[in-house]
């Protein structure tokens, strides 16, 4: 098999990764859809390549994935290829699925982060500059919600840099936890209550949002989904809800047939 055929079909080594095409629609015609989330990591490098300028990365979850790796030096460089990033998202990252977007920075893969997220886990990242152990600056912009970035992209006050930071990309990766679309019940803080799909909608659509979509849309190469289905109720439960986040996110986000 010739080096093309190779390259093309690399993506079939990324076990428990789904890859979709996205043509038709707008945005990004890349998708990469698992359960863990530390995989969107060797999925990142894969819609990148090795080579190139990092990405930003815009992520809607429900937990700041900004805890610092155990080991931040022991990141391989994009430069060491899809392999070496695969295999070291698999067994050296936190099973927990916490420090996947400082180790992609480490890897040169993800330069500043754009995070909307309202969780933050024991032994997250604090500061709103990640230096990595090469020396490099990753600014890191975090809000809660999707109003709240589309309210900073359009009327940026002293403080705001969700404009900036996407003005200043290349390229952008989109990516969902399917946990953002979660809450925790005030009743028992270990059941997760998936969202109705109306709420799904408020949250990803909100009213004037569509100035920052256009902005994140039009740079985006990619889109990882995780379904992290421990997060999400259980495997009936994150099945349910990654139905209804497909039909909002895919056909009303993205304008292309869900999967």
């Excluded at 093309?4 to 996205?22: E, Q």
């Excluded at 912009?141 to 006050?157: F, H, N």
């Excluded at 849309?217 to 349910?240: D, I």
């Amino acid at each position: 098999m010739n080096s093309k055929n190779v390259d093309a079909l690399r993506h079939l080594r990324l076990a428990g990764v789904v890859r979709l095409g996205l043509g038709g629609g707008r945005g990004p015609t890349d998708a990469y859809v698992f359960d863990p989330h530390r995989l969107a990591l060797p999925s990142w490098a894969c819609a990148l390549g090795d080579a190139g300028p990092p990405a930003l990365l815009v992520t809607l979850d429900r937990h700041l994935d900004i805890v610092v790796p155990e080991r931040p030096a022991d990141m391989p460089d994009r430069s060491a290829g899809l392999h070496a990033l695969d295999e070291h998202a698999r067994w050296k990252l936190d099973v927990r699925n916490y420090d996947h977007i400082l180790a992609a920075m480490e890897a040169n893969l993800v330069g500043d982060a754009l995070i909307i997220a309202r969780t933050r886990p024991r032994g997250s990242f604090a500061g709103d500059t990640y230096v990595d152990t090469r020396g490099r600056s990753h600014r890191i912009v975090t809000v809660t919600t999707v109003d709240r970035a589309a309210e900073a992209y359009l009327r940026p006050g002293p403080t705001d840099a969700v404009r900036d930071v996407l003005e200043a990309a290349s390229a952008v990766l989109l990516d969902v936890d399917l946990d953002c679309f979660t809450s925790l019940s005030d009743a028992d803080p270990t059941t997760v209550l998936p969202w109705p799909k109306s709420v799904i909608r408020e949250f990803l659509l909100p009213p004037d949002s569509e100035p920052f979509w256009g902005a994140v849309l039009g740079k985006a190469v990619a889109l990882t989904l995780a379904r992290e289905p421990h997060h999400c109720g259980g495997l009936l439960a994150s099945g349910e809800l990654f139905r209804d986040v497909a039909e909002v996110l895919f056909r009303e986000l993205l304008r292309v047939e869900p999967p």
